[in-house]
């Protein structure tokens, strides 16, 4: 069950290119991650720099946070386990400890892995008192297993935590992610670069104008433009599907480019 979650980086099909607007950020992984991983026979010299053993990525849904988790394990070269919270609380109790345990000794296996938690929050989110006793006595065994990866120096497990909710975290669990990304809405400048990024593959008439798109999509996040583009395109065809006549003879299939008409359509 847990290997149908692990990637390794030849499958793993974003990388930074496929990200527009968070170049910072993208730095910032570079230098914390990727350089360590990469060079791990230089940073192992230094007990100043390694890599973190945590990474906490918190920003609204749709922002760009898994996909900068897989790219960044692309881009380092390591294994990627994505953990589904939901095979872990719904586990019997015991079972799911077993889990727990087998997750970090096959990162530890295959590393330099890089195990992902979405919705991090809902599995370790504040211990309170209402907590069933095997959710508490996992919480508790999830972070020893993770402090045991800092005694083990050499192997490189970074277990990377994304939340819209980053309030509701156990504390303790914020202390082990020293390395913290805000991926927030895009500004209208991030929205031209991801409207960019989405339509270069695509046909698109040279009406579309993308400075006035990103104007008029404030509040959008990279999923919702996405989702715009793929509206457009899909009403395109379907325009041109419908409007031919049975001979077809009217139709010139070979304009499917996107216009701004199709783009604004129902969105805006
Ligand atoms: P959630 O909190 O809902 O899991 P998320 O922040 O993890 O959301 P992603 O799943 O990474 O968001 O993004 C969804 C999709 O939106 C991506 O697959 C991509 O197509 C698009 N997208 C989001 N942000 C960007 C971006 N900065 N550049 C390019 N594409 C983006």
């Keep these: 069950m847990i290997a149908s979650h692990l990637v390794v980086p030849a499958d793993i099909t974003v990388s930074w290119s496929d990200i527009a ?10 230098e914390s991650v990727v350089l360590p ?17 945590g990474v906490l990525l918190h920003g609204p849904p749709g922002c760009g946070k898994t996909l900068i988790a897989k790219a960044t394990a692309k881009e380092a070269g390591m294994r990627f386990i994505n953990l589904d919270v939901a095979i872990l609380t719904d586990k019997w109790y015991g079972e799911s400890q077993k889990l727990t345990s087998a997750v ?45 990866l800092s005694t083990n120096s050499n192997s490189t497990v970074i277990v990377m935590g994304a939340t819209n909710r980053p309030q509701d975290l156990d504390k303790a669990i914020v202390r082990r992610m020293p390395a913290q990304f805000h991926i927030g809405l895009p500004t209208e400048t991030q929205r031209n670069d991801i ?20 104007k008029l999509t404030n509040g959008f996040s990279g999923s919702d433009l996405r989702e715009m583009c793929r509206n457009a395109s899909v009403y395109r065809m379907r325009q041109l599907i419908t409007s031919s006549d049975p001979s077809g003879a009217a139709l010139d299939r070979n304009n499917v480019s996107i216009n701004m008409d199709d783009l604004l359509g129902s969105h805006l």
Excluded at 201 to 206: D, W
């Design 104 to 148: 970090f000794s096959l990162a530890a296996k295959i590393e330099p892995c890089i195990i992902f938690i979405d919705e991090i929050d809902s599995f370790l989110r504040s211990r309170n008192l209402n907590d069933h006793e095997a959710t508490a006595m996992m919480k508790t065994q999830f972070m020893m297993l993770w402090d045991g």
């Design 37 to 53: 991983v990469q060079h791990k026979d230089l940073f192992k010299r230094s007990k100043l720099w390694q890599a973190p053993k």
């Design 195 to 214: 409207l960019k990024l989405i339509l270069q593959s695509e046909e698109i008439n040279q009406d579309v104008d993308l400075n006035r798109l990103a």
């Design 21 to 30: 607007g968070l170049d910072s950020v993208i730095q910032e992984l570079r």
